[in-house]
């Protein structure tokens, strides 16, 4: 199984520290939809109704700024 990090960022980078544990990829972009869905839902992504691009990067590293990227999820809206 691969460790992978959900690292949020929204102007700041919000550091997955501890990361999760899944079999494969499409179980780790799955995970980044749910948890971009509850951030939003939860009205915990200010900056993304106030137009501004929010981004989960999924990295192989604790940190935001190291390691290899497996995949980003790119949100933003616009009224």
Do not use: C, N
């Not at 520290?17 to 509850?38: M, N, Q, R, T």
């Not at 992504?45 to 192989?60: A, K, L």
């Amino acid at each position: 199984m691969t460790r992978y990090y959900f690292h949020v960022l929204d102007g700041t980078a919000v550091a997955d520290e501890i990361g999760e544990e899944f079999s494969d990829i499409h179980a780790a972009k799955a995970e980044a939809v749910k948890l971009a869905s509850g951030i939003l839902a939860d009205g915990l992504g200010e900056t993304f109704w106030q137009g501004h691009p929010w981004q989960i990067v999924v990295r192989d590293s604790a940190s935001p700024e190291r390691g290899r990227i497996f995949f980003s999820l790119t949100l933003s809206a616009q009224e």
